[in-house]
Structures are given as structure tokens and as C-alpha cells.
T-cell receptor
Framework: AQTVTQSQPEMSVQEAETVTLSCTYDTSESDYYLFWYKQPPSRQMILVIRQEAYKQQNATENRFSVNFQKAAKSFSLKISDSQLGDAAMYFCAYRWRSQGNLIFGKGTKLSVKP | NAGVTQTPKFQVLKTGQSMTLQCAQDMNHEYMSWYRQDPGMGLRLIHYSVGAGITDQGEVPNGYNVSRSTTEDFPLRLLSAAPSQTSVYFC??????????????FGQGTRLTVV
């Protein structure tokens, strides 16, 4: 069975600094997707970034980038130039290509200090 | 451009009461799912559907029923609410095989309290 592990329940970063959130996963599949979702206090689930497993190039979306290590089954999220609005719960999620369901990690609560 | 519409946003139930959480999507997605979110547990799959007339259980299905009569709608029913069902519930939809960006689209969530 696939699993997703986020080992950092809480993280803190100073405004304008860089922070990295960790995620590891376990799967026997070769064709899958990985995602980072952000959940602010509004409770809405917001997609931050996605990575296709067969693409070796790390995904980047503005200040957000990932370090995808397929062999190590690691998928970390780097937030550069952190802003107060980045404070939220962040979830790492896995999806096997042939299924629509996501498997989530337990989340990392990110605080941003002014 | 509604996406996934989930109602209600908040609900308080007494133990033993029943209710239905509504979910509708307008993206013609085959796949629809219900998750519950509890502190420190992430989101866990309750039930899912791969198309109209087809449903299956997820990780935590006990106490919940679903049906899928149309592609658009996927309601979640609590037949006899229990305090253990106090949680935040999310409906989501996605395309299979993935088209476009492959992510799941989520409703706004329902905060349910059972007293």
C-alpha cells in the first residue's frame, strides 16, 4: 500500500527567508503524481505545485519549488522569500496515475514570523 | 466556473440524527471522493466513485453511505451521527486518466460537530 510521511508537524520561518518542508512516500508504482497542497485558516485546499514521476526536472511555481528524488522516494517543498500569507498547513499527497484518489501525509503547520 | 460545490459549510448534529452532505462538480470528472480531516491525521478517504452507479469504500467508511446517480453529484450520508464523526469533510473530483494538470479539485469543506 502506498503511504506518505511528513516528519515535521510544525515549522517556523522568518519573513523573507527560505524554508524546506519534507515529504517521503512509499509506492511500488512507477507512474504517479505528487502534489503539495496548502490549507490556510479558510480551510480551502489550494494546489501549490505538482510533479509527474516520469519527469526528472523538478517543478517550480514562482517562489515554490520541489526537490524530487525518485529513487529515494523523497519530495520536499522549498519556499523562497517567505511571506506572511504563506502561513498555513501544507499537505504532501500522492496519486497513482490510474486512480483519482489522493493519499495524504499528516501535514506540516508552517508559521511565518514578521 | 463553479468547480466543486459542497454544502453546507457548517453543521451541528445531535447524536443519532441523520444528514446528507451535498457535493456537485461541473467539470465532467469521472472520479469523486469524500475525505475527512482530523487534527494530526491528514485527510483520509471515506468513499469514492469511479463513475455513475459505481462506488467503493475507502480507508474509513464505517457510519457513512454514498451513492452516485449522476456524473455531477456525489452525496455523503450519515445515517446515525456519532461524536466520533465530528470532523471536517471534503469532497473532491478528478479526471481518470489524468487530463490537464491531474490534480484533485476540492470543495470548500464542511465542519461537522456531533454533540
Amino acid at each position: 500500500a502506498q503511504t506518505v510521511t511528513q516528519s515535521q508537524p510544525e515549522m517556523s520561518v522568518q519573513e523573507a527567508e527560505t524554508v524546506t518542508l519534507s515529504c517521503t512516500y512509499d509506492t511500488s508504482e512507477s507512474d504517479y503524481y505528487l502534489f503539495w497542497y496548502k490549507q490556510p485558516p479558510s480551510r480551502q485546499m489550494i494546489l501549490v505545485i505538482r510533479q509527474e514521476a516520469y519527469k526528472q526536472q523538478n517543478a517550480t511555481e514562482n517562489r515554490f519549488s520541489v526537490n524530487f528524488q525518485k529513487a529515494a522516494k523523497s519530495f520536499s517543498l522549498k519556499i523562497s522569500d517567505s511571506q506572511l500569507g504563506d502561513a498555513a498547513m501544507y499537505f504532501c499527497a500522492y496519486r497513482w496515475r490510474s486512480q483519482g484518489n489522493l493519499i495524504f501525509g499528516k501535514g506540516t503547520k508552517l508559521s511565518v514570523k514578521p | 466556473n463553479a468547480g466543486v460545490t459542497q454544502t453546507p459549510k457548517f453543521q451541528v448534529l445531535k447524536t443519532g440524527q441523520s444528514m446528507t452532505l451535498q457535493c456537485a462538480q461541473d467539470m465532467n470528472h469521472e472520479y469523486m471522493s469524500w475525505y475527512r480531516q482530523d487534527p494530526g491525521m491528514g485527510l483520509r478517504l471515506i468513499h469514492y466513485s469511479v463513475g455513475a452507479g459505481i462506488t467503493d469504500q475507502g480507508e474509513v467508511p464505517n457510519g457513512y453511505n454514498v451513492s452516485r446517480s449522476t456524473t455531477e453529484d456525489f452525496p455523503l450520508r450519515l445515517l446515525s451521527a456519532a461524536p466520533s464523526q465530528t470532523s471536517v469533510y471534503f469532497c473532491a473530483s478528478s479526471s481518470v486518466p489524468p487530463t490537464g494538470r491531474a490534480e484533485a479539485f476540492f470543495g470548500q469543506g464542511t465542519r461537522l460537530t456531533v454533540v
